[in-house]
């Protein structure tokens, strides 16, 4: 009979490097550099640990038509009218990330 190790055989190929779920994506130069500032960009958002004042509804609203109006300038004017609008909806809506913050934040400044 052969005997047994007590010992696992060695895994081949490199450590693994972290916990993370791999996405992989070919990008030209221009967009990874667009990519990587949109990161940074997010991560200096989110990195803020002041509270978030609330804001009046009127500043809502005009920073929502400011968006919007921006949203219709970036949006393909070759794709059909009801795709620009789920676009243009989606963008303004927001991540479901950030929009559970936002729901956050609102319900605190309420109590």
Known sequence: MKRQSATAPKKRGPPATGKGEPILVRLQPAQLADLD???ALLEQALAVSQ???SRTQKARSTALDLASTQVDR???PSAPD???QRRKRRLLKGPKEFRDMRDA???R???
């Open 37 to 39: 500032a949109w990161i």
């Open 51 to 53: 509270p978030v004042k």
């Open 74 to 76: 970036l949006l393909d």
């Open 82 to 84: 009801e795709e620009r």
């Open 105 to 107: 934040v609102r319900s």
């Open 109 to 111: 400044s309420k109590s």
